[in-house]
């Protein structure tokens, strides 16, 4: 049988297992067991659990617990809500302020948490009764939400990004930086959007509710600016060489615990105990799944499906545009049916050869590749910020929900053309603080 033949059986057979409901990182080992088993037979196992924990045996990998903790402990402190009324006093009079505080907050707390999820619930459960009673459009409060919390796996410091840089073995502290604009180019076309599609409505913005003093647009900012300081700083020694993206996490995990304690008092043991029990069980979850991806790529590679599907793409005569094209096409698909995380591992490391072999910067298609993710996270079937904001605001169904995600789908796919007609939206910022190159 030919590689590409077992290649696309093995594609099927992971889509048909996956839709079980099975856990992706289950899933991904089974068909890489039963694949090796079927073509190389009983010895090629002898491999397996070597090539597991090879796969785990990474120091870079500590960074991503660390990450998860900074995220979870900011979570579940009353830091969201506090970001969400800074900004809302100093924009309430700003037409549009309230949704584009929506939105600002969601960039910021995307940027503390690196969580999608966690990025939606926090604002969202502010945010959107307060839209709905302003008289915004349920679809456009709630996927203005949805979409803003995707910001996560894009603006730095990013677990999404931290994935990627080590299974392509690219700095993750120029991926950081490439993340960054365009970040703030995805969140500057959702507030465009947002206020237009609520003008179109008929909300006229003219709205007063109340004005604020100085003392009260002022009296939250001590509560709020330490952490936005952490991650600056933790930005600053990554980018600066001063450490390593574990140490960095490390230190940031620590201040973030010290902050929370004292500034809101969260330092009794259950809720302690609750920070770290729910970051160990996210970081398990991706780390098996990293772990499980290593013995997919392995089984690819051995079965030599990896080099023929490389081969292939790279002998069509195509323009390399449509080849990016293709690729895009592929990525919004898979993004569709698995997670980020799952999609990256599986398939990042086989695309970025054939990508950079066309030319394309591999930073530039990182931040291509995040967005694509994005836009998974915001469709069905998985859909994943969809169901959070469903389950804050249940009155509010899933299609309602979903239509009003569906413009910011299409500003992401905007940004994807933006930043392919202006690659230096990416790259300026790593070729200026880091160099040229990398």
């Known amino acids: 049988m030919s590689p590409l033949l077992i290649g696309l059986l093995i594609a099927v057979s992971t889509i048909a297992v996956l839709a079980t409901g099975i856990p992706v990182a289950f899933g991904l080992g089974l068909i890489a067991v039963v694949f090796l088993l079927i073509f190389d037979g009983v010895d090629s196992l002898d491999v397996l659990a070597e090539n597991f924990y090879g796969g785990l045996a990474e120091f870079s990998l500590v960074s991503i617990p660390m990450f998860i903790v900074m995220g979870v402990a900011i979570a579940v402190s009353p830091a969201g809500k506090d970001l969400y009324e800074v900004l809302d006093r100093w924009l309430h009079r700003v037409p549009g302020g309230l949704i584009i505080s929506n939105l600002g907050a969601c960039a910021i707390f995307a940027a503390l948490s690196g969580s999608s999820p966690a990025t939606c619930a926090a604002i969202g459960k502010m945010g959107i009764p307060e839209m709905r009673n302003r008289g915004f459009p349920d679809s456009l409060a709630t996927g203005a939400i949805a979409a803003g919390g995707t910001l996560g796996i894009l603006i730095p410091p990013s677990i999404t990004m931290i994935v990627y840089g080590i299974s392509t073995e690219t700095s993750i502290g120029r991926l950081f930086l490439a993340g960054f604009l365009p970040g703030a180019l995805l969140t500057a076309l959702f507030m465009l959007w947002s206020i237009y599609s609520a003008w179109r409505s008929g909300y006229s913005f003219s709205e007063k509710v109340g004005g604020y003093s100085w003392r009260e647009k002022f009296e939250l900012m001590p509560q709020v600016l330490p952490f936005l300081a952490i991650i600056a700083g933790v930005l600053f020694v990554l980018y600066g060489g001063v450490a390593t993206p574990s140490e960095a996490a490390g230190v940031g995990a620590l201040f973030v615990l010290i902050l929370v304690a004292v500034i809101y008092k969260v330092y009794q043991p259950a809720r302690i105990w609750a920070i770290i029990s729910d970051s160990m069980k996210e970081s398990v979850m991706?780390?098996?799944?990293?772990?499980?991806?290593?013995?997919?790529?392995?089984?690819?590679?051995?079965?030599?499906?990896?080099?023929?599907?490389?081969?292939?793409?790279?002998?069509?005569?195509?323009?390399?545009?449509?080849?990016?094209?293709?690729?895009?096409?592929?990525?919004?698909?898979?993004?569709?049916?698995?997670?980020?995380?799952?999609?990256?591992?599986?398939?990042?490391?086989?695309?970025?050869?054939?990508?950079?072999?066309?030319?394309?910067?591999?930073?530039?298609?990182?931040?291509?590749?995040?967005?694509?993710?994005?836009?998974?996270?915001?469709?069905?079937?998985?859909?994943?910020?969809?169901?959070?904001?469903?389950?804050?605001?249940?009155?509010?169904?899933?299609?309602?929900?979903?239509?009003?995600?569906?413009?910011?789908?299409?500003c992401m796919v905007a940004a994807i053309i933006i930043l392919s007609i202006f690659p230096e939206i990416v790259t300026f910022l790593p070729d200026l603080i880091m160099g040229p190159g990398g």
């Open 286 to 410: 991706i780390l098996m799944i990293i772990g499980a991806s290593v013995l997919f790529s392995y089984t690819l590679s051995s079965l030599f499906v990896t080099q023929s599907v490389a081969e292939s793409i790279v002998g069509l005569e195509v323009n390399k545009w449509v080849m990016m094209g293709i690729i895009n096409l592929f990525l919004l698909v898979a993004g569709f049916f698995l997670p980020p995380v799952a999609v990256i591992l599986m398939t990042a490391p086989v695309l970025l050869p054939i990508v950079t072999g066309l030319g394309f910067d591999p930073y530039w298609f990182a931040v291509i590749f995040t967005i694509n993710m994005e836009i998974g996270l915001i469709t069905p079937p998985v859909g994943l910020n969809l169901y959070v904001i469903n389950g804050i605001v249940p009155d509010v169904s899933l299609p309602t929900i979903l239509k009003g995600a569906l413009p910011f789908m299409l």
